[in-house]
């Protein structure tokens, strides 16, 4: 009797696997502004959340495991720890993978080995993925070789065992970790519920929790699709061991939530709170919960459904703390288009045949090995098979798989191609934008004015001086837009923090440092800005000279006065085709009743945002 | 109506390429498997190669086939094949249609000599269809899937004769026209998938049914074993 589960189970796979893969020839000819949701304001979305953060955590398993049976001993769990090795094997090949979809120039991925930034997060995450893929792929040779001719090579592998899975579960540590090392470094991106000093270590211990019920997930759902008896007794152990770990975790979260004074914050109903609270349902407190109870644990069902439950939290957790929760700092609206999930499942689908093709031919676990044994023997008293319309005859073995799910999969490659997106390559990304392209974007909606950056950075002294314009206290990395400075329309405007510079010199004790002690406190016997700030603030030859004052011109003086001539030469430019640029309508276009009766007669025809 | 022509013209026409594009590397990439099981299986490896060349010509050019039993059969099937290789390929609405698609063009037909060669290849397909009606072991060996083809195949042309010749047709344009793409770019859908594929695989197919007449190794053997004349000289 054939497998049906299985078979029907694989040709999703397929399926899933042929719509990534014209997804993948879409990305890579096309690029990410074509084929994605991704901008420049969100381009950490579904991929880096699920594919990266999401994938290293899933691939936990494999150190877990290992920890447990070689290093504590436990020899219960010995039949998981070979699938979980594998596991965490393709899980990080995945995330090597997915990596190279997500990067904006994908052949410079081997950079990191050769030019070290030691003082970059993702040097270490880089190094770390390096490292211990090549770890796990040591830790998988065994089980390759076991039944081959290599016996030499085979036991030379095992004795190098011990010290490898050392090395593994060492660097597992340092990068369960330094994933969140790489969230540690923006505060103002990464909302308040999930940025914490303890980012690092709330990772590292997640990622164990994640990496027991993975484990769980995977032995349940194997058995299920291969129709074997579930190793009950080794799943109660590991839903203990899971329980403790979860408990573990909401402890710490819940502490290191309580002493940064953020509890309140969790229900104060906004969409990110309420998403925080079903992540920390799904994967903690439910799982949690549950796995305590002996009931529970006798049950097959029950511990297949809360392992999920927990694992499809923890990856909402890595998605939200990578991506969604950003969202709240950059407020730019993000989704991610189908073929973002495409490419996401479709790698997953491919590890998962990875998996049973692997399983089914090495000594993984008992599963694959007796499966495969039982279907040759059900071949040799079964009807030829053919295919429904053709009429063909299929074969036998893996000739019919081969016949079957290549179909599938072209099929799914054809519709893939067809729906994907066939639009022009996206040049005008804020990076082609500051070296070189002459278009800046004001305000936050969608409109952009030419402005010559590379002049502007030249006359204002070269790569020093972008604090000038971008100036380091702005958040989320977002360019100063002109009002901040020219706030009144009218007046001149002081652009001195004074607040800013009293929390920065100790409070109500520092007047002195700059008023003198004993003055009066006015302009005049204060210190300039150029006393202190010689090096990191003052260009050699600012361009707005106002700033050295103190004072930036008013909105309308600025404006008039930057502006205008540089629009009135533009427009006597005919190759850019727009001879109303100097008009009052190219940029008052709308607006105010007050604008438009100014404006109506010098009809703007053609209007500055017309170059976006 | 003009929506359905839109996406008849537009979507369809894209998903029929890529359908037939990747379906065909598919299908040879699965010829190759099977050519390597052909040759292990073969007792005798060598493929005469001058031999099989000149018979398989004699397949495409069917003229020792003229002196045979089907000659009626025959020369319906020859003049249909070439009709069906040469109109949708040299057809100068067709070549107009892909030149501005993708920017690659070649010579045409000329309208009179294409006209010619659809109406020719439609009286070759109501040939086939006839025999396969008519002859008793034809009949026996049919299959849903072979009218389903044929019909595809003479509305195919039918649809197209009259898009070329709007004022002989009883239908509105619009529905000769969607008729026309949905049935031409059905048999591009199923060329991967049918027995249209021996258009892809008649190299292959040729090959492999040339080794597939050599015996297995030991397959003398076996015979003489089965007839109880194990060991005897042949």
Redesign the interface.
Not at chain 2, 192 to 195: D, I, L, Q, V, Y
């Given at each position: 009797m054939e497998n049906r589960r299985l078979f029907l189970f694989k040709g999703v796979m397929w399926i899933l696997a042929g719509l990534a893969a014209a997804v993948a020839i879409v990305r890579f000819s096309l690029g990410l502004g074509v084929s994605t949701a991704l901008s420049d304001s969100t381009p950490w979305g579904l991929w880096i959340g699920f594919d990266v953060m999401g994938g290293v955590a899933l691939a936990a398993g494999g150190f877990v495991m290992a920890a447990v049976v070689h290093i504590f001993h436990r020899e219960r769990y010995h039949a998981a720890a070979r699938p979980a090795i594998l596991t965490a094997f393709l899980g990080y090949g995945a995330v090597a993978v997915g990596l190279l979809f997500d990067l904006g120039l994908p052949w410079n991925i081997w950079h990191a080995t050769i030019y070290w930034n030691v003082r970059s997060a993702l040097f270490e995450v880089a190094w770390c993925v390096m490292l211990y893929l090549t770890v796990l792929a040591l830790e998988v040779t065994p089980t390759i070789l076991e039944r081959t001719p290599f016996q030499k090579t085979y036991r030379f592998f095992v004795k190098l065992a011990l010290p490898i899975m050392i090395l593994g579960i060492m660097l597992s540590t340092l990068h369960q970790s330094s994933l969140g090392t790489m969230l540690l470094i923006m505060p103002f991106r990464v909302h308040p519920l999930w940025y914490s000093h303890l980012l690092p270590e709330l990772f590292f211990v997640s990622a164990i929790c994640l990496g027991i019920v993975m484990v769980m997930v995977e032995s349940t759902v194997t058995s299920w699709l291969y129709r074997r008896e579930p190793e009950m007794e080794m799943l109660a152990g590991l839903a203990r061991l899971a329980s403790i770990a979860l408990a573990c975790y909401f402890v710490m979260k819940s502490a290191d939530l309580l002493l940064q004074g953020k509890l309140a914050t969790v229900f104060d109903g906004t969409w990110l709170a309420n998403l925080f609270i079903l992540e920390m349902l799904l994967s903690t407190v439910i799982p949690m919960v549950g796995f305590a109870f002996p009931a529970v644990r006798r049950s097959f069902r029950g511990m297949w459904f809360l392992a999920c439950c927990s694992v499809a939290g923890f990856v909402l957790d890595r998605i939200n703390a990578s991506g969604l929760s950003q969202v709240w700092a950059t407020r730019r609206f993000y989704f991610p288009e189908w073929t973002e999930f495409a490419i996401s499942l479709g790698i997953v689908a491919a590890c998962v045949l990875v998996f049973f093709f692997i399983q089914e031919r090495f000594p993984v676990d008992p599963h694959g090995l007796e499966a495969v044994e039982a279907e040759r023997k059900a071949r040799a008293t079964a009807l030829p098979a053919f295919a429904p319309?053709?009429?063909v005859w299929l074969g036998e073995g893996w000739?019919k798989s081969?016949?079957v799910y290549?179909?599938l999969?072209?099929?799914a490659?054809?519709?893939g191609?067809?729906?994907a997106p066939k639009a022009e390559p996206v040049v005008d990304t804020r990076a082609v934008r500051a070296v070189g392209a002459n278009i800046l974007r004001i305000g936050p909606g969608p409109r952009y004015v030419y402005f010559d950056h590379k002049k502007h950075q030249d006359e204002a002294g070269g790569r020093k001086s972008c604090a000038l314009c971008h100036h380091l206290h702005q958040k989320g990395d977002v360019g100063t837009p002109c009002v901040v400075c020219h706030e009144n329309l009218f007046l001149p405007t002081s652009v001195f923090n004074h607040d800013a510079h009293v929390s920065a010199l100790a409070g109500n004790d520092s007047c002195a440092k700059c008023h003198g002690k004993g003055e009066p406190i006015r302009v005049t016997p204060t210190k300039k800005c150029s006393e202190c700030h010689d090096k990191d603030m003052m260009a050699a030859n600012p361009v707005v000279k106002t700033f050295a004052s103190k004072w930036a011109p008013s909105y309308k003086d600025a404006m008039h006065t930057m502006c205008i001539p540089c629009h009135e030469e533009k427009a006597k430019d005919v190759t850019l085709k727009l001879p109303n640029l100097g008009r009052c309508g190219a940029c008052h276009n709308g607006g105010t009743e007050s604008e438009k009766a100014y404006t109506a007669e010098f009809p703007a025809g053609t209007t500055a945002g017309a170059r976006s | 109506m003009n929506t359905w022509v839109a996406w008849a013209r537009g979507?369809f026409l894209?998903?029929a390429f890529?359908?037939l594009?990747?379906?065909a590397?598919?299908q040879w990439?699965?010829a190759i498997?099977e050519l390597a099981r052909a040759h292990r299986m073969a007792g005798d490896q060598r493929v005469p190669w001058r031999w099989m060349f000149k018979k398989s010509l004699g397949w495409i050019v069917p003229v020792n086939a003229l002196r045979g039993t089907r000659i009626p059969f025959t020369i319906a099937s020859a003049v249909f094949h070439a009709g069906m290789l040469l109109v949708p390929l040299f057809l100068a609405g067709h070549v107009a249609l892909i030149e501005q698609g993708i920017g690659i063009g070649w010579p045409t037909l000329p309208a009179a000599a294409a006209d010619a060669l659809t109406l020719a290849a439609l009286a070759g397909l109501g040939v086939l269809l006839l025999y396969r009606l008519l002859e008793r072991a034809a009949r026996f060996l049919s299959?849903p899937?072979d009218y389903l083809l044929l019909a595809l195949c003479i509305t195919a042309f039918l649809t197209g004769y009259l898009v070329a010749h709007p004022e002989a047709s009883p239908l509105p344009f619009t529905v000769i026209y969607l008729g026309h793409l949905l049935s031409a770019e059905l048999i591009l859908v199923l060329i991967?998938?049918?027995?249209l594929?021996h258009a892809l695989l008649f190299a292959s197919t040729r090959i492999v049914w040339e080794l597939g007449w050599h015996f297995v190794p030991g397959g003398g053997e076996k015979v003489r074993a089965a007839l109880g004349k194990a060991g005897e000289p042949v």
């Open positions: 319309f053709a009429q000739r081969a016949k290549s179909f999969f072209v099929l490659l054809a519709v191609l067809t729906a | 979507p894209y998903l890529s359908v594009v990747v379906g590397v598919r990439v699965l498997g299959g899937q991967p998938f049918s027995k594929a």
